[in-house]
Structure formats: structure tokens, C-alpha cells
Nanobody, 117 residues
Framework: QVQLVESGGGLVQAGGSLRLSCAAS????????MGWYRQAPGKQRELVAS???????NYADSVKGRFTISRDNAKNAVYLQMNSLKPEDTAVYYC???????????WGKGTLVTVSS
């Protein structure tokens, strides 16, 4: 059983910063992807950023230059530093773990980020 627990969401003014954290526990294989997705009201869930266990990162065009994803393999944790936040970044942010060996996805319950204008 794998569990993901997110933290760090909240309300921030446009231009501000937030840092999201996600800790994974359970039977986790060494080779995996971890990432952050978000879902705004009335919209589909979309990838924000992801990182492989070797540190290769990928970002949505809308957050490049503003968000930074990082991970701590020893803690099975992933982080998302969000700077220069915009109202359009408002969404529920979900942590994702993809276990490549068994091709299985796990999701956190989500944390709400609200950016006021």
C-alpha cells in the first residue's frame, strides 16, 4: 500500500510564493516518476511538473521559469516551489507517484492553492 500526503497549499496574493510538499510511504520502488498535477474548477487535471528518480524534470509551459520541482529520494518526497503566482494558478494540486516497474499510479488527496488578484 502506497500513500501520498501533500501539504503547503493556501491562499496567497498574486506575485507571491508557496511551497508544496508531498511525502510518499509504503512499498516504493527506486525507479519512478513523481510529480504535481492540478485541476481548476471546470477544467481537466493537467500536469504541472514531474521529475524522474534520476532528477530529470519536465514542466508545463505555463509554469516554466516560475515553478521548480525537486525531490528527496531518501525521504520519498517531492516538492514544488511556486513563485510569481498568478490567479490562473488557482487549483487543487495533486501529488503523483508512478511506479514504472509495475506501471501503477498513486495520487494524493490534493491541496488547494488559491491566488487572489
Amino acid at each position: 500500500q502506497v500513500q501520498l500526503v501533500e501539504s503547503g497549499g493556501g491562499l496567497v496574493q498574486a506575485g507571491g510564493s508557496l511551497r508544496l510538499s508531498c511525502a510518499a510511504s509504503g512499498n516504493i520502488f527506486r525507479i519512478n516518476f513523481m510529480g504535481w498535477y492540478r485541476q481548476a474548477p471546470g477544467k481537466q487535471r493537467e500536469l504541472v511538473a514531474s521529475t524522474t528518480s534520476s532528477g530529470t524534470t519536465n514542466y508545463a509551459d505555463s509554469v516554466k521559469g516560475r515553478f521548480t520541482i525537486s525531490r528527496d529520494n531518501a525521504k520519498n518526497a517531492v516538492y514544488l516551489q511556486m513563485n510569481s503566482l498568478k490567479p490562473e494558478d488557482t487549483a487543487v494540486y495533486y501529488c503523483n507517484l508512478n511506479q514504472l516497474v509495475i506501471n501503477k499510479d498513486y495520487w494524493g488527496k490534493g491541496t488547494l492553492v488559491t491566488v487572489s488578484s
